[in-house]
């Protein structure tokens, strides 16, 4: 393992501070230096060894560097970069120019950045679709951008009748106004239509269909046809990298190297950062958190406390539901996490060759979706809702070893696997998971492998994950990588709970910035950023 995962360990240095974080994902170490630049003393805790939460890079096998939950960086806030200056202490993303599509009968889709190159391989599928797929982007694109305001502020809490509320409500007013009348149906469709619904009215060919409409699925317990997952598919399409929409790639080293050049910066403003350090409460007196309580008992004061776990993690394990108000307990109950995702990480001695483009190539220098038709991703959906995982998944694969040779041994190669679904309430409960863990790796190796002739005879290792493991190890309460999931009824001001969407809790002095609240899940940096901003603003620390 890399000795720029490991944080410092043991106790703190101090006794109290202005904050201390709970938490050393990517968000919480987003809030911790933007809190430590503006001259707080700051103290981050993370429970495990290594830092970045779900977005970790760890050799889980000797010579063989895994991304082993995130896998892509997309989403994260390009001014961010910038203010922290994240280059500087490391962060590197490495761009995708290919989305592959291998189908069954031994043909394939590639979508390219090169927009002539896509034209030309939709055209084979449909020529109606490869004129219509340049103009679907460039919507998507203008609606990504009025979206970007949206992500990039506080929610505004449409109920408050406060000047400051009253002006961000007005802004997205205004915001929404300037768009094009046709957009602004399009904006409507997008928030009540499915996946599948919204791309049938405007493409006609499934091959192209099924790929895009993935992205409306990830990271909720929902189908291609489900209502409203036409909006978590324009929450994906808004990936920034250098400016560009719709951009890709894979941090060099892993995605734990976008954290660890967020720590790095924290550092150099003076956070300090303790691993091994597991959080058991949250120190109330008065109805304030007042600082926290280590597992063993040693206990740290500061002026405010910050969780960096998801809602269900904060509020029942940290806090305690006696310690809170009944109504609110009964909405913080309604919060749906519903993981549904599970990953695989094959460590090979050969790179995998694609049936339907053999050898080595930059088709295979992007993500590669398993996702042959709208009617096969509707039939691994119908098994999950059976509280069984999905015998023929949906998988978004990716070999990030041909474009960053530091993640393998020369020669051999690492495939990040993302499954959908994997249900963590299986039939018989969650506990079921461990004695079907085999079972689900074989169900994605032997589904990969009807693509990849000889994938199973160049595995060396394999790592499975399910949703019970992302809860055991990575603390991602149900196993959802969203800490919620990314539904209309749980974004912007009623995210996590409605009346408390602007990182307050009802703990005076309890804050919140991870994913579960706004803007929402993926490696983007913006809750953090917008909680320790909230804060500053409030001046409560």
């Known amino acids: 393992m890399s000795d720029a995962l490991i944080s410092s360990r043991g106790k703190p240095s101090a006794s109290r501070y202005d904050a201390i974080v709970i938490g050393g994902g990517h968000n ?30 760890e050799e889980v096998f000797p010579g063989f560097t895994f991304s082993v939950c995130s896998y892509v960086v997309s989403l994260f806030r390009p001014h961010i970069i910038r203010e922290l200056e994240l280059v500087r202490h490391g962060f590197h993303v490495i761009p995708l120019d290919c989305s592959l599509s291998p189908l069954p009968d031994g043909r394939s889709l590639a979508r390219w950045g090169d927009k002539a ?53 007005l802004r997205l007013g205004r915001g929404f106004q300037q768009l094009e009348p046709e957009l602004r149906y399009l904006n409507a469709k997008l928030l009540t239509m499915s996946a ?109 406390v910050v969780s ?57 220098e992007g993500d590669i979706a398993i996702a042959p038709s709208l009617e096969y991703l509707e039939r691994a959906y119908d098994q999950a809702k059976a509280g069984e995982f999905s015998r023929r998944p949906y998988l978004n694969v990716v070999i990030p070893s041909l474009v960053d040779p530091t993640v393998a041994p020369p020669g051999k190669h690492v495939i990040s696997c993302f499954v959908q679904y994997a249900p963590y309430q299986l039939a018989g409960g969650p506990q079921g998971w461990p004695e079907q863990r085999e079972a689900f790796g074989d169900a994605v190796v032997d589904t990969l492998a009807e693509h990849v002739p000889g994938l199973k005879e160049s595995i060396l290792h394999r790592q499975v994950l399910t949703p019970w493991d992302l809860e055991q190890q990575f603390g991602l309460t149900e196993g959802n990588i969203f800490h919620g999931e990314l539904s209309l009824e749980q974004l912007l001001f009623m995210r996590p709970v409605a009346g408390w969407a602007d990182y307050r809790t009802p703990v005076r002095d309890l804050w919140m910035c991870a994913s579960g609240t706004h803007p929402g899940g993926g490696i983007m940096g913006a809750p953090g950023e917008l909680a320790a901003k909230a804060m500053l603003g409030a001046r409560s620390v």
């Open 28 to 57: 919480g170490l987003v809030c911790a230096a933007y809190l430590a630049k503006a001259g707080r003393t700051v103290l981050v805790l993370e429970r495990r060894h290594v830092l970045g939460g779900a977005a970790v890079s």
């Open 117 to 169: 190159r896509t034209r030309r391989e939709l055209a084979a599928f449909s020529p109606r679709d490869a004129e219509r797929y340049p103009e679907f982007g460039l919507a998507m694109t203008k609606l990504a951008r009025f979206s970007k305001n949206v992500i990039d502020a506080p929610a505004p809490e449409p109920t408050s009748l406060s000047p400051r509320e009253l002006l961000r409500v």
């Open 196 to 304: 599948a619904d919204f791309l049938d009215e405007w493409f006609e060919s499934d091959v192209l269909k099924a790929p895009m409409a993935v992205s409306g699925i990830i990271g909720t317990f929902l189908g291609v046809r489900s209502p409203g997952t036409a909006y978590v598919l324009l929450h994906h399409y808004m990936g920034e990298i250098d400016g560009a929409f719709r951009a890709w790639g894979f941090s060099k080293g892993g995605t734990g190297s976008v954290s660890n050049a967020i720590a790095a910066a924290a550092r150099s403003y003076g956070v300090e950062i303790v691993a091994e350090a597991p959080v058991e409460r949250v120190r109330m007196q008065g109805g304030r958190a007042t600082g926290v309580v280590l597992e063993g008992g040693d206990e740290l004061s500061a002026r405010v």
């Open 308 to 364: 960096a776990v998801d809602p269900h993690r904060t509020f029942f394990g940290l806090v305690g539901e006696d310690r809170l108000d009944p109504a609110f307990v009964a909405q913080a109950r309604r919060y749906k996490l519903r993981g549904s995702s599970g990953k695989v990480n094959l460590a090979v001695d050969r790179l995998p060759e694609f049936a339907c483009r053999p050898g080595a190539g930059p088709h295979l």
